[in-house]
């Protein structure tokens, strides 16, 4: 069964000899799949050409009114895809290289013609559109590749914007500096795995009281640091009422499991500092223990104090939080951070915490907060060799200093 005509090769002949439109037409008929339109008037061929699509052509050159040339000139211009052929005598050669070059000829033919060869270069025309059309395929899916690359550069460059505003919006909540205790020393440290995290630290000072909290959002990114910024809120929120270091992370704990996406909790650590005599109460909520290091007794202790993060659990009272006395006597730093200390991961997967924390600790015992912190995070990076790191990082250090 043949194709409809719409489906079809289609195939235009225009000469003014019927004898050779018969005899173009059964040939055509007969050896291919291709309709065949035909038309002895060229003005009229070029009428219809305009209305419906071809993909050949093939035109006489000496005609009335209308030559081959000009006819294939204007076949051009209503469609350009289409393939040109001009049958022309021998005495013509010269009208067929102007059609060359006026009317993009694709080629011509002398009569009298050669089926065979006429075969082969309707197949080369039908061969050679076949592949400007896929041709013309692949610059389009290229074009669309190219705009939608643009499309995702300039949402990257936007959405790269949007996180470096983020990242300032998320730095201005950190305190820009601890306050002045008679006796005590505060140093901090800050580093988001990605543009912003989910690690936070701030103070509140309330009856001769200074409260710290560090905290370490489960997860990273938005989710993280949309939940840092609750975490503010709810901090100085409860430190307004709280008396106690248990009390405030029972009430935190409850504001926060009521807040909280489903799924995300936080780990913290409260210290309160007594300003008056420097003495310490700690409270952990999952963070890891933090570290006094004591040079004047070459001692590293860890303080287990354990507890359940933050929003994890409703109904959780203060019962669920050990409030531990720390005493420090001069050169004694307190060290509290979160676990991308701890899990700081080198190029076998082992953790830093594992490997050099605690060697690293009593290497530096003696060291004040600040010089702590910087070496401690240095000794890290070292550990991770060059990796970009893998979670959020923060760290406070109190160091008394009399």
């Given at each position: 069964?043949?194709?409809?005509p ?6 235009a ?5 019927d004898?050779?439109?018969?005899s ?6 007969l ?7 035909s038309?002895?008037?060229?003005l009229?061929?070029i ?10 052509v093939?035109?006489d ?12 000139k ?12 001009l049958l ?5 050669k010269q009208?067929a ?7 993009g000829?694709?080629q011509?033919l ?10 082969m270069?309707i197949?080369?025309a ?9 041709l013309a395929?692949k610059?389009?899916?290229l074009?669309?590749?190219?705009k939608?690359h643009?499309d ?14 983020a ?24 580093r988001?795995?990605q543009a912003i995290g989910?690690d ?10 200074t409260?710290?909290?560090?905290s370490d959002?489960s ?9 840092s910024?609750l975490?503010?809120a ?11 270091p ?6 935190m ?10 799924g ?7 210290v ?6 420097c ?10 223990y ?18 359940l993060?933050?929003?994890?659990f ?11 006395s ?14 991308g ?7 076998n ?7 050099q ?6 290497e530096l015992?003696g ?5 702590l912190i910087?070496?401690?995070?240095e000794s890290?990076d070292?550990?991770?060799?060059g ?15 009399n």
């Open positions: 069964m043949r194709p409809e719409e489906q079809q090769t289609r195939i002949l225009i000469d003014d000899d004898l050779v439109l018969s173009l037409t059964a040939l055509f008929e050896r291919t799949d291709c309709h065949v339109v038309f002895s008037d060229p009229r061929a009428e219809e050409l305009g209305r419906f699509p071809v993909d050949i093939i035109s050159f000496l005609m009335p009114e209308l030559n081959g040339v000009d006819l294939l204007q076949v051009k211009r209503l469609q350009p895809e289409t393939a040109r052929i022309t005598g021998f005495a013509d009208n290289i102007r059609a060359i070059n006026e009317a000829l694709f011509f002398e009569k009298p013609w050669d089926n065979e060869q006429l075969l270069v197949r080369n039908l061969q050679q559109k076949s592949l400007r059309r896929q395929e610059v389009r899916v074009d669309r590749l190219v939608d643009t995702l550069a300039e949402r990257q460059k936007s959405l790269e914007e949007d996180l470096e505003t990242a300032h919006v998320q730095r201005s909540l950190l305190p820009p500096c601890f306050p002045e205790i008679e006796g005590l020393r505060i140093d901090s440290f800050y988001p795995s989910g936070y630290f701030d103070f509140i000072r309330r009856k001769g009281q409260w710290i909290l560090v959002v997860g990273h990114g938005v989710q993280a640091a949309l939940s910024m975490i503010k709810i901090f100085h929120e409860a430190g307004s009422v709280a008396e106690e248990a009390q405030l992370f029972a009430e704990n409850a504001r926060l499991n009521r807040f909280l996406p489903e995300i909790y936080a780990a913290a650590a409260a309160c500092v007594d300003e008056r005599n003495t310490i109460r700690l409270v952990n909520a999952g963070l890891p933090p570290f006094v290091l004591r040079p004047g007794r070459n001692r590293l202790d860890e303080i287990p104090a354990p507890g993060p933050l929003g994890m409703p109904g959780v009272g203060l019962e669920a939080y050990e409030v531990r720390i005493e420090l006597t001069a050169g004694d730093v307190l060290l509290v951070a979160s676990d200390l701890s899990e700081t991961q080198g190029e997967g082992e953790f830093f915490e594992d490997r924390l605690r060697q690293i600790l009593n015992n060291s004040d907060g600040s010089e910087a070496n401690l995070t890290a070292r550990f991770r060799d990796r970009r790191p893998t979670d959020d990082l923060a760290i406070v250090a109190l160091t008394r200093t």
